[in-house]
């Protein structure tokens, strides 16, 4: 599939039915996508909402994005969505388990064990969040899931006023099709006798903070915990591997937090160190045609309509048609990084 | 009721109180290392023709630390309560937690105390009453040398109970907690170090508080549960007025029992007499237990009949005999009220 025909932009109110078609598809965890018309239409009015205010922004601004196929056979169609949130935990703190080793030794019984603990944690509060990831089946193996997420990141490059100078992105853990989630069994429910999506269900979509604070606040032995829900820390669900190993390869760091309820992998960097976001750089766009050593992303410098896509041309350089779909003219300032990835030029960097 | 007389532990002693503990997996009985530690035992009184025929037999034991916790440390988990509430999703949870702690640093202890199961070599059993008449002995005794050199000993007075064990002898609490942070076996290194192998094996268990719902629910049953076997002990040791102290064993979870010391009956009951003159009490006679100690610092404790005689107090001279005393010596004595005459 040629990478040009997919157009990264903000979302808008009437992807509504996309948004539901994605949220109806996505595994139970991805709470930033949930099932329920009224509150998806809300997250959308309130992406609306971040994209128009002032450039003073208050830290609790969401900012959604979708990404279209132009190409696709019935006309233009949104395949995927992805988003940010400014900063984690906003109205409340964004509670997280953190991977911690302790080692016990007595010299006089010969023996010295590594104990592996999750101590419940703050630490990742106020730090931007990436949200939201969601690419039809059919796109997962195009170039479409690369503008999806990393777009985002040249949105928050843009637009570092914005956001914190640290960012985390939180991946769905292991739970089966019925929500049934091993890590939850045996922490989680120990305190609340429920299942996870009952318990979601129950605290109204409101912040996990307020389960939080009803589970131990000591830290966990993890040997404690029975083997299934010691497998599952930090492990990912199938659906996730993807966005995951984007966030990787950007250079997100995988190995200190994990999520307090599905024991999933929370991935967090400084912004300055992302891949896409070191590689990324602002300059004047000018008509033409030709291609460049790789492809590149590029995206607009404007906040309200946003929009990226993948070019083929050098970089400073776009078709009429990239322009067109950019909303640029000749002159305007882009921000542009290359994609660089395997199988995309042979290269990667 | 058999005359009992409690005395200081020989080395003869240490192969039969070692047998008893060996019931309850403990490690073997040692002599005293210190002036103020103490292994009481109770035994037959002998034929009332002297101390020297008194060398019956052997009924039970108890150690009396002084100070525990001080050289090297002793760790126990403080059992905790831990409220999680939400009114509005009616919630309301009460965590246990264990907290591993040194609380009991520079208590006193009266440890392993323990008692004969057979009856003599025939093999029968001991009979209950005379079992708990034993242990009530050597407990008292011990209780009453403390009162008798109070400022060699704490303010607080402990006493760890063996918690639960199954049929394999292995500890629920431990197969629950503590083999996750020493996978070596407890009982080869409780033989190796003796009572020393809990404070090493210390160092290796969980720092942090424990909420006990993450423990297999054998393992949480068994938080202070005495074991079946010392059950006798524990109801004695409340009757001596120590209550269970939120404190459990880190090895199997059975109770830690506390007093104040000074808040004993057995010690603001009991005081120093001068033996009057006279071979025997008066008409007012009622039953003690005194507690002496000879030239040589070793005790001798039996209940007897006694009288005030002014200042004074008369005992039988066969008692006076067994506790190696003569008339103007002193004697320590608790009134036993509800064995009066």
Redesign the interface.
Known sequence: MNPSRFLFRTALPNDLPAFERFAADSAIGITTLPADRAKLQARLERSAQSFASLDDSSGEEIYLFVVEDLGAADGPRVVGTSGIAASAGFHDRFYTYRNEM?V???A??Q?S?R?H?LHLCHDLTGYTLLTSFYIEPAYQHTLAPQLLSRARLLFITEFAERFSDRIAAESPGLADDSGRCPFWD?VGR???DMGYPQVEQ??GGRSKA?IAE???Q????V???PEEAQWAIGQLHPVAELPFSMLQDEGFDADTYVDIFDGGPIVEARVSMLKTVAASSRMAVQAGEGSGAGSRLVAVTRRQDYRALISGAPAGVLDGAALARLGLTEGETVRTAALAVAGDDGSEQ | MNELLVRDATEADLPEITAWLARSQRPAATLPQTPDERLLVAEMAGPPSGPGAAAGRLLASVRLRPVIGVVLPRAWYHVGVTVHAAAELQLFHRQRTLLLGNDHTGASELADLVCAHEASDDGHSLPLAMQAAALREVLLTALLVMASRRIRYAGTLIAELPGLRDGAGQSPFWHGLGRHFYSGDPALAAIRHGDAWRCHVAALLPRQPVTTAFLPAAAQAAIAQVAPSSRLQCELLETCGLRYSHHVSVHDGGPVLEADLDALPAVTGSRSWRLAEGDGPGLQASICLLLSEDADGRLCALRAAVSPLGSRLQIGVAARARLRLAPGDTVWALPLQDEAG
């Open positions: 302790v016990h030794a007595s006089a019984l023996a064990n104990i603990t045996a120990r305190f609340f129950i605290t307020f009803l589970m131990p000591s830290p966990i032995y040997p404690l915990l």
